[in-house]
């Protein structure tokens, strides 16, 4: 079965690419300073005022976000047991 309506369904083929409308968006300039570089400055003034989100967001894109670890030692007294199943044979 099909529906009636088949005619301009779902995602248009062709969309602007998204960072090419960022570029050009940011990339405007008022007294010298491109948007971009206001956006960040007002970032820095919240950080420098307490904003932790500001602060994580300027630290994070500046420096980098710290790598994740994870610890994979097992620190129990206990044997490890390991349990082995096989499928049921009919």
């Excluded at 409308?21 to 300039?29: F, G, K, T, V």
């Excluded at 300073?33 to 904003?51: F, P, Q, R, S, Y």
Aim: proline share 4%; net charge positive.
């Amino acid at each position: 079965m099909k529906s009636g309506n088949t005619k301009n369904v779902g995602r248009k083929k062709e969309l602007p690419m998204l960072s090419e409308i960022l570029i050009n968006s940011l990339s405007n300039e008022k007294d010298g300073v491109t948007d971009a570089e206001a956006i960040l400055n007002a970032m820095i003034i919240k950080a420098k005022k307490g904003d932790v989100k500001a602060a994580d967001f300027v630290f994070g894109y500046g420096y980098g976000k710290p790598k994740q670890t994870t610890d994979t030692n097992i620190t129990s007294t206990e044997p490890l047991v390991i349990i082995r199943t096989e499928p049921k044979a009919e």
